[in-house]
C-alpha cells in the first residue's frame, strides 16, 4: 500500500484518476485510494433558505396593531399580495386598481424618482 500511494503521489492528477479509475473496474472496491489527496467532490452544504415572514411588514411598518400585522402576510408563496390593506390601495402614478400587483409610489414601474 506504501509503495502504491508514493507511486500516486508522483503522477499528475489526471493520470491518478485514470489509474484509480481503471483499478476499480478490475477489483470493484476503491478503498485503497481513500487516502490519495486530489480534487474531491464535496458536496456543497445546502443553501439557506430564507425564512419567510410570518406577519405583514406592510402593516408593521405603517403602525398597525400587533394582532391585525400578525394575522397575515404581504405576500403569498406565490407572490401574489394578499395584505387587505395593500390589495386595496390604488396606485396614483399608474393607477393599477390594487389587487394582486398592488404596490406604494415608492414600488411603481413607473415611477422615475425610484
Not at 484518476?17 to 486530489?38: E, P
Not at 408563496?77 to 386598481?97: A, D, E, F, H, M
Amino acid at each position: 500500500m506504501q509503495k502504491l500511494l508514493s507511486s500516486l503521489e508522483t503522477m499528475s492528477i489526471q493520470h491518478q484518476m485514470n489509474y484509480v479509475r481503471s483499478d476499480f473496474v478490475q477489483n470493484g472496491k476503491d478503498s485503497d485510494f481513500l487516502t490519495v489527496q486530489g480534487p474531491t467532490n464535496k458536496q456543497r452544504p445546502p443553501k439557506k433558505r430564507k425564512k419567510r415572514p410570518q406577519e405583514c411588514v406592510f402593516c408593521k411598518n405603517n403602525g398597525e396593531e400587533v394582532r391585525f400585522y400578525k394575522s397575515h402576510v404581504l405576500r403569498n408563496t406565490s407572490g401574489k399580495i394578499v395584505c387587505p390593506i395593500l390589495r386595496r390601495y390604488n396606485c396614483p402614478i399608474c393607477q393599477n386598481g390594487g389587487g394582486d400587483t398592488a404596490h406604494t409610489i415608492r414600488y411603481c414601474p413607473k415611477n422615475k424618482f425610484k
